[in-house]
């Protein structure tokens, strides 16, 4: 729950940075990063996977490689290259966690809050006197 949290500030945080359409394409190497984590885990996808992730790595490549440098994009493109890690290692324990027969709304269920305080108290510790201020205001 908390790397889900995580994953999705900085995925958000991204797109102060760079465009919605930069950040959809470096998200596009989740798969890359999935079978990354699975080869660590001594479960690597199939040899007829590879040639799809480097058709992925190498468009990806195309596409970022061109950001100037002085764009500010390229602390978009690390927050987002973050998040997508997160994600990918989300995705491996969730997937672990299923395989152990736990059923997806359990999963929910027992992540859920751990996102909500991994993402609500930061939102209320940065941004809750604003809220109550504006509330007053009201």
Do not use: Y
């Not at 989740?30 to 996808?45: E, S, T, Y």
């Amino acid at each position: 729950g908390a790397i889900n949290g995580a994953q999705v500030a900085l995925n958000n945080s991204s797109l102060v940075h760079m465009e919605l359409s930069m950040n959809q394409v470096v998200r596009a190497t989740l798969p890359i990063f999935v079978a990354v984590l699975q080869a660590i885990q001594a479960c690597p996808p199939p040899v007829s996977h590879m040639p799809l992730l480097v058709a992925i790595s190498l468009g990806v490549h195309l596409v970022v490689r061109d950001v100037p440098a002085a764009s500010g994009e390229w602390w978009g493109v690390l927050l987002v290259t973050s998040s997508v890690a997160l994600q990918a290692c989300q995705m491996c324990f969730a997937g672990r966690l299923l395989s152990a027969r736990l059923d997806p709304l359990q999963l929910i269920f027992c992540t859920a809050p751990f996102a909500l305080a991994a993402t609500g108290l930061p939102a209320l510790a940065l941004e809750g006197a604003a809220v109550a201020r504006l509330a007053a205001e009201r």
